[in-house]
Protein backbone atom coordinates (compact mmCIF):
# COMPACT_ATOMS: atom_id res chain seq x y z
CA UNK A 1 0.00 0.00 0.00
CA UNK A 2 1.15 3.67 -0.79
CA UNK A 3 2.63 5.54 1.99
CA UNK A 4 1.17 9.39 2.45
CA UNK A 5 4.15 11.67 2.25
CA UNK A 6 3.66 15.11 3.37
CA UNK A 7 6.31 18.24 1.57
CA UNK A 8 7.17 21.11 2.61
CA UNK A 9 8.25 24.04 0.17
CA UNK A 10 9.67 27.61 0.50
CA UNK A 11 6.89 30.21 1.70
CA UNK A 12 5.39 27.21 4.27
CA UNK A 13 3.34 25.66 1.36
CA UNK A 14 2.79 22.18 1.72
CA UNK A 15 1.73 19.48 -0.68
CA UNK A 16 0.86 15.72 -0.03
CA UNK A 17 2.13 12.63 -2.31
CA UNK A 18 2.68 9.06 -2.23
CA UNK A 19 5.24 6.80 -2.12
CA UNK A 20 5.13 3.41 -2.78
CA UNK A 21 9.09 2.40 -3.42
CA UNK A 22 10.85 -0.03 -1.19
CA UNK A 23 12.76 2.40 0.80
CA UNK A 24 11.45 4.42 3.25
CA UNK A 25 11.43 8.24 3.37
CA UNK A 26 12.37 9.89 6.77
CA UNK A 27 11.40 13.59 7.69
CA UNK A 28 14.11 16.20 6.15
CA UNK A 29 14.56 14.38 3.38
CA UNK A 30 15.07 16.17 -0.27
CA UNK A 31 12.30 14.38 -2.96
CA UNK A 32 11.67 15.69 -6.09
CA UNK A 33 7.88 15.54 -7.45
CA UNK A 34 5.92 16.50 -10.07
CA UNK A 35 4.77 20.09 -10.83
CA UNK A 36 3.19 22.08 -13.28
CA UNK A 37 4.91 21.83 -16.70
CA UNK A 38 8.04 20.68 -14.94
CA UNK A 39 9.19 19.37 -11.56
CA UNK A 40 9.82 20.54 -8.16
CA UNK A 41 12.15 19.81 -5.43
CA UNK A 42 10.81 20.39 -1.69
CA UNK A 43 11.65 18.36 1.85
CA UNK A 44 9.72 15.50 3.53
CA UNK A 45 8.17 17.07 6.66
CA UNK A 46 5.80 13.83 7.75
CA UNK A 47 5.17 10.17 7.07
CA UNK A 48 2.87 7.58 7.12
CA UNK A 49 0.24 7.99 9.70
CA UNK A 50 0.72 11.44 11.06
CA UNK A 51 0.93 12.53 7.02
CA UNK A 52 -2.17 10.47 6.34
CA UNK A 53 -4.40 12.63 9.31
CA UNK A 54 -3.13 15.82 7.59
CA UNK A 55 -4.06 14.89 4.12
CA UNK A 56 -7.65 13.67 5.83
CA UNK A 57 -6.89 10.31 3.91
CA UNK A 58 -7.64 8.36 7.45
CA UNK A 59 -9.00 11.15 9.51
CA UNK A 60 -12.47 11.07 11.13
CA UNK A 61 -13.56 14.64 12.68
CA UNK A 62 -9.62 15.55 12.74
CA UNK A 63 -8.82 19.53 12.98
CA UNK A 64 -6.46 19.12 10.02
CA UNK A 65 -8.37 16.80 8.29
CA UNK A 66 -8.99 19.60 5.80
CA UNK A 67 -6.46 18.68 2.54
CA UNK A 68 -7.47 16.30 -0.14
CA UNK A 69 -6.25 12.82 -0.97
CA UNK A 70 -2.71 12.97 -2.71
CA UNK A 71 -3.43 12.06 -6.59
CA UNK A 72 0.36 12.54 -7.42
CA UNK A 73 3.94 10.02 -6.77
CA UNK A 74 7.16 11.41 -5.69
CA UNK A 75 9.36 11.35 -8.41
CA UNK A 76 12.71 9.98 -6.72
CA UNK A 77 14.85 11.26 -3.41
CA UNK A 78 16.57 13.90 -4.79
CA UNK A 79 20.72 13.70 -4.92
CA UNK A 80 22.88 16.32 -3.25
CA UNK A 81 23.94 18.35 -6.18
CA UNK A 82 19.81 18.72 -6.52
CA UNK A 83 19.68 19.91 -3.41
CA UNK A 84 22.68 22.18 -3.29
CA UNK A 85 21.21 23.68 -6.47
CA UNK A 86 17.74 24.48 -4.65
CA UNK A 87 19.82 26.22 -2.07
CA UNK A 88 21.40 28.57 -4.76
CA UNK A 89 17.72 29.26 -5.89
CA UNK A 90 16.42 30.45 -2.29
CA UNK A 91 19.61 32.47 -2.67
CA UNK A 92 19.16 34.03 -5.83
CA UNK A 93 15.74 34.89 -5.47
CA UNK A 94 16.44 37.47 -2.97
CA UNK A 95 17.83 39.78 -6.23
CA UNK A 96 15.26 38.13 -8.51
CA UNK A 97 12.74 40.23 -5.67
CA UNK A 98 14.90 43.16 -6.16
CA UNK A 99 14.78 43.03 -10.01
CA UNK A 100 11.06 42.85 -9.57
CA UNK A 101 10.50 45.42 -7.15
CA UNK A 102 13.07 48.45 -9.61
CA UNK A 103 9.97 47.12 -12.54
CA UNK A 104 7.35 47.60 -10.83
CA UNK A 105 8.67 51.52 -9.77
CA UNK A 106 9.04 51.94 -13.10
CA UNK A 107 5.43 51.04 -14.21
CA UNK A 108 4.04 53.11 -11.27
CA UNK A 109 2.15 50.31 -9.88
CA UNK A 110 0.42 50.34 -6.57
CA UNK A 111 1.56 47.16 -5.44
CA UNK A 112 4.23 45.65 -2.69
CA UNK A 113 6.65 42.60 -3.89
CA UNK A 114 6.56 40.57 -0.40
CA UNK A 115 8.43 37.45 -2.18
CA UNK A 116 9.94 35.48 -5.17
CA UNK A 117 10.34 31.74 -5.79
CA UNK A 118 11.62 29.75 -8.17
CA UNK A 119 10.61 26.63 -9.08
CA UNK A 120 13.63 23.66 -8.83
CA UNK A 121 13.89 23.28 -12.86
CA UNK A 122 13.63 26.95 -13.27
CA UNK A 123 10.89 26.64 -15.83
CA UNK A 124 8.45 29.08 -13.95
CA UNK A 125 9.13 32.06 -11.43
CA UNK A 126 5.90 32.72 -9.12
CA UNK A 127 6.33 36.71 -7.89
CA UNK A 128 3.76 37.27 -4.51
CA UNK A 129 2.47 40.66 -4.19
CA UNK A 130 0.16 42.36 -2.30
CA UNK A 131 -1.95 45.48 -2.90
CA UNK A 132 -5.05 48.01 -1.39
CA UNK A 133 -7.06 47.22 -5.11
CA UNK A 134 -6.76 45.83 -8.25
CA UNK A 135 -3.34 46.28 -10.49
CA UNK A 136 -3.23 46.00 -14.36
CA UNK A 137 0.22 43.92 -14.32
CA UNK A 138 0.14 42.53 -18.03
CA UNK A 139 2.65 45.32 -19.27
CA UNK A 140 5.11 44.20 -15.87
CA UNK A 141 4.51 40.29 -16.97
CA UNK A 142 5.90 41.13 -20.39
CA UNK A 143 9.03 43.07 -19.19
CA UNK A 144 9.92 40.33 -16.46
CA UNK A 145 9.26 37.32 -19.21
CA UNK A 146 11.50 39.13 -21.62
CA UNK A 147 14.16 39.95 -18.36
CA UNK A 148 14.30 36.47 -16.60
CA UNK A 149 13.15 34.25 -19.83
CA UNK A 150 11.15 32.40 -18.15
CA UNK A 151 7.58 31.81 -17.61
CA UNK A 152 6.32 34.36 -15.02
CA UNK A 153 3.30 34.12 -12.66
CA UNK A 154 1.70 37.12 -10.62
CA UNK A 155 -0.43 36.03 -7.67
CA UNK A 156 -1.56 38.33 -5.71
CA UNK A 157 -1.85 37.46 -1.89
CA UNK A 158 -3.35 38.94 1.17
CA UNK A 159 -2.16 40.10 4.44
CA UNK A 160 -2.70 37.03 6.57
CA UNK A 161 -0.95 34.86 3.79
CA UNK A 162 2.05 37.12 3.03
CA UNK A 163 2.57 36.65 7.23
CA UNK A 164 2.16 32.86 6.57
CA UNK A 165 4.99 33.05 3.96
CA UNK A 166 7.48 34.70 5.65
CA UNK A 167 6.93 33.39 8.53
CA UNK A 168 7.59 35.17 12.50
CA UNK A 169 7.58 35.21 15.66
CA UNK A 170 3.87 36.17 17.68
CA UNK A 171 3.29 38.53 20.57
CA UNK A 172 3.41 35.18 22.75
CA UNK A 173 7.09 34.23 21.75
CA UNK A 174 5.88 31.48 19.48
CA UNK A 175 6.23 31.12 15.71
CA UNK A 176 3.20 32.16 13.85
CA UNK A 177 0.37 29.26 14.45
CA UNK A 178 -0.21 30.08 10.16
CA UNK A 179 3.29 29.17 9.54
CA UNK A 180 3.74 26.26 11.53
CA UNK A 181 0.55 23.81 12.17
CA UNK A 182 -2.29 25.54 11.19
CA UNK A 183 -4.07 24.37 8.66
CA UNK A 184 -6.79 26.86 7.11
CA UNK A 185 -7.05 30.69 7.78
CA UNK A 186 -10.29 31.14 9.12
CA UNK A 187 -12.37 34.14 9.08
CA UNK A 188 -11.83 36.04 12.84
CA UNK A 189 -14.40 39.48 13.79
CA UNK A 190 -14.27 41.93 16.23
CA UNK A 191 -17.18 39.70 18.15
CA UNK A 192 -14.79 37.24 19.00
CA UNK A 193 -12.94 39.52 21.49
CA UNK A 194 -16.11 41.06 22.89
CA UNK A 195 -17.36 37.77 23.80
CA UNK A 196 -14.43 36.80 25.32
CA UNK A 197 -14.51 39.97 27.40
CA UNK A 198 -11.00 41.01 25.83
CA UNK A 199 -9.65 44.38 25.59
CA UNK A 200 -10.28 45.92 22.04
CA UNK A 201 -7.11 48.32 21.69
CA UNK A 202 -5.76 47.03 17.89
CA UNK A 203 -2.56 46.80 19.28
CA UNK A 204 -3.21 43.64 21.87
CA UNK A 205 -5.73 41.89 19.53
CA UNK A 206 -3.46 42.32 16.36
CA UNK A 207 -1.08 39.90 14.95
CA UNK A 208 2.43 40.50 12.54
CA UNK A 209 0.22 40.72 9.89
CA UNK A 210 -1.95 43.79 11.22
CA UNK A 211 -4.76 41.99 10.88
CA UNK A 212 -6.74 40.14 14.16
CA UNK A 213 -5.09 37.08 16.09
CA UNK A 214 -6.14 33.70 14.59
CA UNK A 215 -6.07 32.70 18.48
CA UNK A 216 -9.28 34.16 19.05
CA UNK A 217 -11.16 31.58 17.51
CA UNK A 218 -9.61 29.02 19.40
CA UNK A 219 -11.40 29.20 22.76
CA UNK A 220 -14.30 31.07 21.18
CA UNK A 221 -16.25 27.80 21.74
CA UNK A 222 -15.38 26.62 25.18
CA UNK A 223 -16.68 31.00 25.95
CA UNK A 224 -20.10 29.94 24.45
CA UNK A 225 -20.87 26.22 25.97
CA UNK A 226 -19.38 27.81 29.32
CA UNK A 227 -21.33 31.25 29.30
CA UNK A 228 -24.53 29.57 28.40
CA UNK A 229 -24.36 28.12 32.45
CA UNK A 230 -24.71 32.04 33.76
CA UNK A 231 -27.40 34.35 33.57
CA UNK A 232 -27.60 36.89 31.02
CA UNK A 233 -25.89 40.09 32.13
CA UNK A 234 -28.62 42.75 33.29
CA UNK A 235 -31.41 39.65 34.20
CA UNK A 236 -32.98 40.23 37.17
CA UNK A 237 -33.16 37.80 39.88
CA UNK A 238 -35.49 36.85 42.93
CA UNK A 239 -33.18 36.01 45.84
CA UNK A 240 -33.45 36.11 49.40
CA UNK A 241 -32.50 39.77 49.20
CA UNK A 242 -35.16 40.88 46.81
CA UNK A 243 -34.57 41.65 43.25
CA UNK A 244 -31.00 41.61 42.26
CA UNK A 245 -29.86 42.56 38.56
CA UNK A 246 -26.26 40.32 37.14
CA UNK A 247 -24.22 42.87 36.91
CA UNK A 248 -20.79 40.52 35.20
CA UNK A 249 -20.10 37.07 35.54
CA UNK A 250 -16.61 35.30 36.21
CA UNK A 251 -16.37 32.05 33.75
CA UNK A 252 -13.15 30.58 34.63
CA UNK A 253 -14.16 31.27 38.70
CA UNK A 254 -18.18 30.52 38.74
CA UNK A 255 -19.23 33.58 40.09
CA UNK A 256 -22.07 36.04 39.59
CA UNK A 257 -22.21 39.55 40.82
CA UNK A 258 -24.97 40.77 41.87
CA UNK A 259 -26.61 44.16 42.44
CA UNK A 260 -29.57 45.72 44.46
CA UNK A 261 -30.04 49.39 44.93
CA UNK A 262 -26.02 50.71 45.78
CA UNK A 263 -25.54 47.35 47.24
CA UNK A 264 -23.52 44.55 45.29
CA UNK A 265 -22.40 41.09 46.47
CA UNK A 266 -20.37 38.55 44.40
CA UNK A 267 -21.89 34.91 44.97
CA UNK A 268 -20.80 31.17 43.69
CA UNK A 269 -22.81 30.17 40.76
CA UNK A 270 -24.00 26.79 42.26
CA UNK A 271 -25.37 29.06 45.66
CA UNK A 272 -27.05 31.66 43.39
CA UNK A 273 -28.83 28.54 41.94
CA UNK A 274 -29.66 27.05 44.95
CA UNK A 275 -31.06 30.27 46.86
CA UNK A 276 -32.73 31.22 43.29
CA UNK A 277 -34.55 27.46 43.30
CA UNK A 278 -35.08 27.65 46.92
CA UNK A 279 -37.49 30.71 47.16
CA UNK A 280 -41.23 30.36 47.86
CA UNK A 281 -42.49 31.84 44.63
CA UNK A 282 -45.45 34.37 45.02
CA UNK A 283 -49.04 32.54 44.96
CA UNK A 284 -50.38 33.60 41.39
CA UNK A 285 -53.57 36.21 41.93
CA UNK A 286 -57.12 34.71 42.22
CA UNK A 287 -58.65 35.38 39.07
CA UNK A 288 -61.73 37.72 39.75
CA UNK A 289 -65.23 35.69 39.63
CA UNK A 290 -67.54 36.53 37.49
CA UNK A 291 -71.12 38.75 39.21
CA UNK A 292 -73.35 36.43 39.87
CA UNK A 293 -77.29 36.93 38.80
CA UNK A 294 -79.33 37.64 41.80
CA UNK A 295 -81.35 34.27 42.63
CA UNK A 296 -84.97 34.00 41.87
CA UNK A 297 -87.60 33.40 44.28
CA UNK A 298 -88.95 30.57 43.86
CA UNK A 299 -92.29 30.23 42.12
CA UNK A 300 -95.64 30.61 44.63
CA UNK A 301 -97.85 27.67 44.17
CA UNK A 302 -101.53 27.95 42.33
CA UNK A 303 -103.99 29.39 44.64
CA UNK A 304 -107.31 28.28 44.31
CA UNK A 305 -110.50 30.53 43.88
CA UNK A 306 -111.06 30.51 47.72
CA UNK A 307 -107.48 30.50 48.64
CA UNK A 308 -107.37 34.10 46.07
CA UNK A 309 -110.68 35.02 47.35
CA UNK A 310 -109.03 34.59 51.51
CA UNK A 311 -105.76 37.01 50.40
CA UNK A 312 -107.51 39.99 49.22
CA UNK A 313 -107.28 42.21 52.14
CA UNK A 314 -111.03 42.87 53.24
CA UNK A 315 -110.81 47.12 52.04
CA UNK A 316 -110.62 45.24 48.60
CA UNK A 317 -113.21 43.18 48.72
CA UNK A 318 -115.88 46.26 50.25
CA UNK A 319 -114.57 47.84 47.36
CA UNK A 320 -115.30 45.27 44.93
CA UNK A 321 -118.89 44.30 46.52
CA UNK A 322 -119.73 48.48 46.10
CA UNK A 323 -119.02 48.44 42.65
CA UNK A 324 -121.00 45.47 41.62
CA UNK A 325 -123.84 46.66 43.62
CA UNK A 326 -123.78 50.32 41.53
CA UNK A 327 -123.37 48.97 38.22
CA UNK A 328 -126.72 46.63 38.85
CA UNK A 329 -129.28 49.85 40.25
CA UNK A 330 -127.65 51.29 37.14
CA UNK A 331 -129.89 49.05 34.59
CA UNK A 332 -133.32 49.79 33.21
CA UNK A 333 -136.12 47.55 34.26
CA UNK A 334 -137.44 45.18 32.04
CA UNK A 335 -140.67 45.35 30.13
CA UNK A 336 -143.04 42.31 29.41
CA UNK A 337 -141.43 41.40 25.77
CA UNK A 338 -138.34 40.90 28.01
CA UNK A 339 -136.44 44.10 26.55
CA UNK A 340 -135.58 47.16 29.24
CA UNK A 341 -136.27 50.30 28.56
CA UNK A 342 -134.45 53.13 27.44
CA UNK A 343 -134.00 56.89 27.98
CA UNK A 344 -133.74 56.94 23.84
CA UNK A 345 -136.41 58.04 21.40
CA UNK A 346 -137.42 54.68 19.42
CA UNK A 347 -136.72 55.24 15.92
Not at 46 to 75: D, F, H, Q, W
Not at 184 to 191: I, K, N, R, W
Request: charge should be positive; include cysteine.
Amino acid sequence: MPTVVEVRFKGNRREFYTWDRENPLKPGDPVVVPAERGEDLGYVSAVGGLAERKCGVACEGCSLGNATEPTSAIVRPATTDEAYISEQLRIAEQDVRRKVMERVRAHGLGMKVSDAEWQWDRKKLTVFFTADKRVDFRALVRDLAALFRTRIELRQIGARDESKRLDGVGRCGRQYCCSSWLPELCPVSLSLAKEQRLSLNPTQISGGCGRLLCCLRYEHDFYVSARKRFPKIGKALQTARGREVVEAIDIFRDRVLLRIGDQTRIERLDALRHEVAGREPAPPAKPKEPAQPPARKPDSPALTTEQAVEAVSPRKRRRRRSRRRGSRDRQPPKTEDGDRKGNGIDG
